[in-house]
């Protein structure tokens, strides 16, 4: 079945570090990967979107890669600052034609520390 | 940037209650909205994909019955908990697409905690 793993553990790091995110995923062929921020108690933010013919993507401090022979994606965050802290999903999307559902991996919750 | 509203943001009622939940998208037309549920420190998990002006696909496992689903126009989707218990206490976010194809992120409300009694 299909499967999407991002670290469970939380990522602590000091402020002004690089965090990076590890997305794996099995039994899928992803034409694209989504990464969202999502807040307590608050829904998912869209972040950034990458194609899997794009080996990298970035967005001011935010920079996604896409490896589909190893089937991960990175997301990293440069010179990281407290209001970084959040939870980071990812999800992959496979091409099935009109309307597509997107399913989440567990996420990853990064806390930076000042 | 496209905005989806979610209302109530928490419910907190008495078991054996129905509760409806409304999700609009208020800057743009989506003929599919989505609704997840999330528990604790767990991942969205997708309940059902809504469209519009026919019936709601369920994710295996969802009962249609239990979560009544209603798409009535391109920007409002609603999602009825029908006689609620305790164990259907959750997250509840739904989230919608501003285009068609797999290239379009999703945008989510702010969610509704629902707390059965």
């Known amino acids: 079945s299909q499967k999407i793993e991002q670290n469970s553990e939380a990522l602590n790091i000091q402020e002004g570090k690089t965090a990076t995110l590890t997305c794996n995923y099995t039994?899928?062929?992803?034409?694209?990967l989504q990464w969202y921020r999502q807040d307590p108690g608050r829904g998912p933010v869209f972040l950034l979107l990458i194609r899997e013919n794009e080996k990298e993507k970035r967005k001011e401090r935010l920079k996604v890669t896409f490896d589909t022979t190893l089937k991960q994606s990175l997301f990293h965050i440069t010179a990281s600052q407290p209001a970084d802290s959040a939870t980071y999903l990812c999800a992959p999307e496979p091409i099935s034609g009109g309307y597509n559902k997107l399913i989440f991996g567990a996420g990853t919750r990064l806390a930076v520390h000042p | 940037g496209a905005v989806v509203s979610q209302h109530p943001s928490r419910v907190i009622c008495k078991s054996g209650t129905s509760v409806k939940i409304e999700c609009r998208s208020l800057?743009?037309?989506?003929?599919?909205m989505f609704w997840y549920r999330q528990f604790p420190k767990q991942s969205l998990m997708l309940m059902a994909t809504s469209n519009e002006g026919s019936k709601a696909t369920y994710e295996q496992g969802v009962e249609k019955d239990k979560f009544l689903i209603n798409h009535a126009s391109l920007t409002l989707s609603t999602l009825t908990v029908t006689s609620a218990h305790p164990e259907d206490s959750s997250f509840y976010i739904c989230s919608a697409r501003a285009g068609l194809g797999a290239n379009q992120p999703q945008h989510f409300g702010d969610g509704t905690r629902l707390s059965i009694l």
């Open positions: 039994n899928y062929s992803p034409a694209y």
């Open positions: 800057d743009f037309q989506a003929t599919t």
